[in-house]
């Protein structure tokens, strides 16, 4: 019997097990649907579609960068420990790499996963089932420029280009390459630790500036200042706001007093060439992942009862 797709198709629902791997069980099983999910059941594939369900917010943060270009992938787990765990953590590793041949996270998960026969989405599935815990790879960016430097900064790394906080910083000039990863460095640390919303002003969610801006007007009336007062009170107050989240408006954490933009200013004056600071990426390990509360106590008196 020849394995076709819609069958395929129908065994990943099944199972929960990786395309590849279910088009191996129907073809070792003649296409006996029954036969093949128990097929996949003694390789241990089919036990990722039961883990699926449960919440991942631990893991790892990926970088990698060759060139003038750089990738950071975020990949995550149910627990800590699995981040520990040297075959999650290679896997980490190779998909940072791999990135840096992806556009997004959709295109990161069709690409062939080295040396499996599989793709990236049929590996992840495998992972799930022989590490056992359920895990999301769940975002990627890539960073590029046509001269320059990428820089990564791994904050607290738990092994080589891995860990909760990765960083990076795109930079834009003909200076000597030392000077831009030194000034890239810098950069990306203090943005691992202020998470800055935008890299300027112009790049700011409208609708967030709007939203500010109201707030701080209602303040001003509130007390008691008329509106055309109250609008030029929030001038000032607006202008705190963007030092607070503008990356470029944002004062140096490593000095204290050096405008982000001034830093770069000085940076190209000194290495004789323009410097322009393109983008950055900051990801911090599940970050937005509502976690489940759990209460232990009340958890174990429930098996015991």
Not at 9 to 21: H, I, T
Not at 279 to 301: H, I, K, M, P, T
Request: aromatic fraction near 4%; charged fraction near 25%.
């Amino acid at each position: 019997m020849s394995v076709t797709a819609a069958l395929v198709k129908e065994l990943r629902e099944k199972s929960g097990a990786g395309m590849m791997d279910c088009k191996k069980a129907l073809g070792e099983t003649g296409g006996d649907m029954d036969a093949a999910v128990d097929w996949l059941r003694t390789k241990g594939l089919a036990a990722a579609a039961k883990k699926s369900g449960r919440v991942a917010a631990e893991g790892l943060v990926g970088i990698s960068v060759a060139g003038t270009k750089g990738a950071v992938v975020e990949l995550n787990a149910e627990t800590d420990f699995v981040a520990r765990n040297s075959e999650f953590q290679g896997f980490v590793s190779a998909l940072a790499k791999l990135a840096l041949n992806a556009t997004d996270i959709d295109g990161l998960k069709t690409l062939d996963f080295p040396g499996t026969g599989r793709n990236v989405a049929d590996e992840l599935t495998q992972k799930i089932a022989t590490i056992g815990e359920n895990m999301s790879l769940r975002r990627m960016q890539l960073l590029e420029v046509s001269n320059g430097a990428v820089v990564p900064y791994m904050h607290n790394a738990t092994a080589d280009g891995l860990g909760r906080i990765g960083v990076l910083v795109a930079l834009e000039s003909t200076a000597d390459e030392a000077a831009l990863i030194a000034l890239g460095k810098q950069i990306a640390m203090h943005i691992a630790a202020t998470s800055p919303a935008s890299l300027s002003v112009e790049d700011l969610d409208a609708d967030s500036v709007a939203r500010e801006r109201d707030v701080l007007i209602e303040q001003a009336k509130a007390s008691g200042k008329p509106q055309e007062i109250a609008e030029k009170m929030v001038e000032g107050r607006m202008k705190k706001y963007y030092q607070e989240v503008v990356l470029l408006e944002q004062t140096s954490v490593i000095d204290g007093e050096t405008r982000i933009a001034d830093v770069i200013a000085k940076a190209g004056k000194d290495a004789g060439a323009d410097v322009a600071l393109k983008a950055f990426v900051r990801f911090n390990l599940g970050e937005g992942v509502e976690r489940e509360e759990s209460d232990f106590a009340a958890e174990v008196a429930a098996q015991l009862s």
